[in-house]
């Protein structure tokens, strides 16, 4: 059984950082594709950033908000996946996912939430001004 598990959200001012965590179990990161969304009340899953498994470091795409201020990692050994959040702002605020897919070269629309196979609970962000 597959499981992805997200933690580390919560409250935070704007300008400050947070890190986000998503552990598996059922899989093995360092094998699969990984990546991050993000989902308001009435939206759509937004995608935030994308990291393939295959290559060293392999393909990192970031959305153009991001860009600069997040950054996704990974922690093979403890096989879990981090969301590092810094200068954060209101508009920051969502439910964030973390998503799993065995593409090992990011090739397809991994901007599209059903390129995925795998998706965590999701944890609350919330950034006041």
């Known amino acids: 059984q597959v499981q992805l598990v997200e933690s580390g959200g919560g409250l935070v001012q704007a300008g400050g950082s947070l890190r986000l965590s998503c552990a598996a179990s059922?899989?093995?990161?360092?094998?699969?594709?990984v990546g991050w969304f993000r989902q308001a009340p009435g939206k759509e899953r937004e995608f935030r950033v994308a990291?393939?498994?295959?290559?060293?470091?392999?393909?990192?795409y970031y959305a153009d908000s991001v860009k600069g201020r997040f950054t996704i990692s990974r922690d093979n050994a403890k096989n879990t996946v981090y969301l590092q959040m810094n200068s954060l702002t209101p508009e920051d605020t969502a439910v964030y996912y973390c998503?799993?897919?065995?593409?090992?070269?990011?090739?397809?629309?991994?901007?599209?939430?059903?390129?995925?196979?795998?998706w965590g609970q999701g944890t609350q962000v919330t950034v006041s001004s």
């Open positions: 998503a799993a897919d065995p593409d090992p070269f990011l090739s397809g629309s991994y901007y599209r939430n059903d390129y995925w196979d795998y």
């Open positions: 059922g899989l093995t990161f360092n094998v699969y594709t």
């Open positions: 990291n393939s498994w295959n290559g060293s470091p392999g393909k990192t």
